[in-house]
């Protein structure tokens, strides 16, 4: 059973940077695909980004050339820079873990999840 826990979260102004991280345990996730997701007030779940278990990585439309996604395998961790902060980025963000080689992106595709970090972004 793999455990995985969000942190970074916060307050921010419009423009500004945040670095949300995941931490994994329980076991190797060396092979797994890992995403981020993140849910709104009244909206369903979404996918923002996703890192295949050789680093390739892909993203929503909606985050492209603002949020990054990397893994550190040594630090069992995931990490998310998100720059250029919008209104529209409140959400809780969600780690998730898919025992994948593939591109994953549906919320169904993924097995494990974290309890969500709340980013908040201010006009």
């Known amino acids: 059973q793999v455990q995985l826990v969000e942190s970074g979260g916060g307050l921010v102004q419009a423009g500004d940077s945040l670095r949300l991280s995941c931490a994994v345990s329980g076991r190797t996730f060396v092979k797994d695909a890992m995403g981020w997701f993140r849910q709104a007030p009244g909206k369903e779940r979404e996918f923002v980004a996703g890192?295949?278990?050789?680093?390739?990585?892909y993203s929503a439309d909606s985050v492209k050339g603002r949020f990054t996604i990397s893994r550190d395998n040594a630090k069992n961790t995931v990490y998310l820079q998100m720059n250029s902060l919008k209104p529209d980025d409140t959400a809780v963000y969600y780690c998730?873990?898919?025992?994948?080689?593939?591109?994953?992106?549906?919320?169904?595709?993924?097995?494990?999840w974290g309890q969500g970090t709340q980013v908040t972004v201010s006009s």
């Open positions: 890192i295949t278990w050789s680093g390739g990585t």
């Open positions: 998730a873990a898919a025992a994948s080689y593939g591109r994953p992106k549906g919320p169904a595709d993924f097995g494990s």
